[in-house]
């Protein structure tokens, strides 16, 4: 079993990946983070991309698990000798881990890994296609705080056309019966998707997450002013006063500060479950890895 998509998981799947990332969390907070479940298996992470919250929580999750980790350093690899991906996996595959977590900068990466290699694939994020852990650890994360997600309305605001943590959530929360509102400056909207206004996908939300503006994707810069995006598209104070008096604030990070929101907001530890995000990310994906190589 491979997790390339949201698509790849079964509702019960799902549900038990929420449950046990929910335990885990629990755990680590009670001060018994993890077991020797997966003793003796070895986890690869091939990370293409730069990460520093996916790449050091599925180490983190592997480990607390009893697994070893092995990452392969990319820019002193063979990747740079020009070895094309199709080689690279095929040779970690030759070395016989027990899952491959993989990151990559183009959209389809992953399930042409989950092709060639023999053990469960993880797709870390693939371009600007998918992300699934993310968007797990998300939903956990707005489950635990709300203690549903059925009913809620969560505001996904920003430059959702590069988001693959916007591709996912789109896919998972309604199916966990939450009603997703995207909105984002017209560069930024995929063509297919109506445009709305941040104001009007704000309003009355229970949850707004907002997205970083991904420069290194943008095909030219977006020219506003110091500031600018900010007040016109950004997070801030009085925007937030839109959503629900009880609205929480969320964002994948990393943030870009003062562009896509206010500092106050992002550390309002009262409105903002960024670092919850974070702590359920290391729990989640204990709770995938533990699925993925017990049925594989
Ligand atoms: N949210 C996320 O994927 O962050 P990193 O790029 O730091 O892994």
Redesign the pocket.
Known sequence: MDLLSIDSLSDDQIETILDEGERWFEAARSGSPGDEGLRGKLVFNLFN?????????FATAARRLGAGVVTLPVERSSVKKGETLEDTVRTLGAMRPDALVI?HAENGAAHIVAEIVSCPVIN??DGTNE?PT?ALLDALTIRSHFGRIEGLTVAICGDIRHSR?AHSNAKLLPRLGATVRLAGPPDLMPEDLPQSSIDEAVEGADVVMMLRVQRERLERELGDAPGEYLQRYGLTAKRLARAASHAMVMH???INRGIEIEDAIADDPQRSLIMR?VEY?VAVRMACLDLLISSS
């Open positions: 991309e730069n990460s520093t919250r996916t790449l050091m929580s990151r870390a994020g992300h993310q943590v994948p990070g990393p995000q990310g």
